[in-house]
């Protein structure tokens, strides 16, 4: 009877024992390192985004997309003299694709998926190339291999007016 005793007590022991040393794994930290980013114009960047000048009406450049100096942006209709004068945008509940308005280059060390991201006020604003929107199917860039990208806009259910939006360029490494 004492040796089940000592048995049952050196198995508690060795149970305590094993939960007081635990595994090794945590649930969180918190670590202060210093960083140093370097941020770059687009045209300089790992991912560069470099605007594609449309000619429109007599040859003119259609101002669709620039750079500003710095980052991209797209203008519907663009601002530029090749742009009729008669546009004043998109229709409502209408789905407008404008194909090359910028290069998308990796300029980075390793392929990336390129896609696009929205959550704004119009139905849907996205990456468009040759093959299609550019969301649920990315684009595979290799080191130093660009695409031709242009603007999908859905404008069903919008109203009339002007929209100032956000479309998120991602490019996440493949797991070739």
């Known amino acids: 009877m004492k040796r089940r005793s000592f048995l049952a007590g050196f198995g508690i022991a060795t149970g305590a024992g094993a939960l007081t040393v635990g595994s090794g794994a945590f649930t969180s930290v918190s670590a202060r390192r210093s960083i140093t980013v370097s941020v770059a114009d ?9 605007p594609i000048q449309n000619e429109g009406v007599a040859g003119e450049p259609v101002g669709r997309s ?24 998109v229709a ?4 407008y694709e404008f194909h090359d308005l910028v290069e998308v280059v990796n300029q980075g060390t390793q392929p990336v998926d390129l896609y696009s991201t929205y959550d704004g006020d119009l139905a849907n604003i996205g990456l468009v190339d040759k093959d299609g929107v550019l969301r649920n199917d990315p684009a595979t860039l290799a080191v130093g291999d660009s695409l031709a990208v242009g603007l999908h806009v859905d404008t069903h259910g919008a109203s009339t007016g002007e929209y100032d939006e956000t479309l998120t360029i991602v490019a996440e490494a493949t797991d070739d």
């Open 42 to 50: 687009d045209f300089r960047a790992f991912l560069r985004l470099e």
């Open 66 to 89: 620039s750079t500003g100096g710095r980052t991209i942006t797209f203008e519907i209709p663009g601002d530029g003299d090749g742009e009729n004068s008669a546009a004043g945008g």
């Open 92 to 95: 409502p509940d209408s789905i």
